[in-house]
């Protein structure tokens, strides 16, 4: 297993467009995290699953954003009519049952023009 | 809630000098304090984690970190940096029960610069 995967690793999209991320977490991973960075800051909580299920959202994913853990492996996470301010590097994150250590991909750095 | 402090936001330092960087929290729960590092264009790769007993943790090059519950701080130290040291540093807690570890809350970052 080579660790949480993103993809795509950059996306450039016009203001307006709907984009679309993905992660595979770790295999057997069963919680799944969304982060989103933006430039000079730490990560910051967007939401996560337990499985399939959405358990916790953070007040940052507003109606636009929507993320899906259909079948508890891998997540999407959707963003529709970007705007500027949606600009960032979007981290996902997966633990396993013991819940010691949350292992991070390497992100989809987002740029809305 | 939880949050977290970096009081630092850049940190330079010569080559083989210490350095340490600092990081209070706040929270009305017991807690799970980490330290995380990115590299540019990287995701985050965990440096160390205080869960629970010593209250000094070490990383595999060289780090450590001492928690303080008296003064709710964790803050890194290494007494001899490198300049592959150079990198952004984020403290983070999680809720210690009641959540997941995986459910962090981040403090703004530290960049340190490593100059020959």
């Known amino acids: 297993d080579t660790g949480v995967s993103q993809d795509p690793r950059h996306k450039i999209t016009k203001r307006g467009q709907n984009v679309t991320f993905r992660c595979d977490p770790i295999s057997e991973h069963n919680r799944l995290y969304w982060y989103r960075q933006t430039l000079g800051q730490g990560p910051e909580f967007l939401t996560y699953?337990?499985?399939?299920?959405?358990?916790?959202k953070s007040r940052l994913l507003s109606d636009r954003f929507s993320a899906e853990r259909p079948k508890g492996s891998f997540s999407t996470l959707e963003i529709q009519r970007t705007e500027q301010g949606d600009s960032a590097m979007y981290l996902c994150?997966?633990?396993?049952?013991?819940?010691?250590?949350?292992?991070f991909g390497q992100g989809t750095r987002l740029t809305v023009v | 809630a939880q949050s977290v402090t970096q009081l630092d936001s850049q940190v330079p330092v010569f080559e083989e000098a210490p350095v340490e960087l600092r990081c209070n929290y706040s929270?009305?729960?017991?807690?799970?304090l980490f330290w995380y590092v990115q590299y540019p264009n990287q995701g985050l790769q965990l440096l160390l984690k205080y869960l629970s007993g010593s209250t000094l943790v070490e990383s595999i090059n060289g780090f450590e970190a001492e928690f303080n519950k008296s003064q709710t701080s964790f803050h890194l130290r290494k007494p001899s940096v490198h300049i592959s040291d150079t990198a952004e540093y984020f403290c983070?807690?999680?809720?210690?029960?009641?959540?997941?570890?995986?459910?962090?809350?981040f403090g703004r970052g530290t960049q340190l610069t490593v100059w020959p």
């Open positions: 983070a807690v999680s809720a210690a029960r009641g959540s997941t570890l995986g459910r962090l809350y």
């Open positions: 929270s009305s729960v017991s807690v799970y």
């Open positions: 994150a997966s633990t396993d049952d013991r819940d010691t250590e949350a292992f």
């Open positions: 699953f337990q499985n399939e299920a959405q358990l916790e």
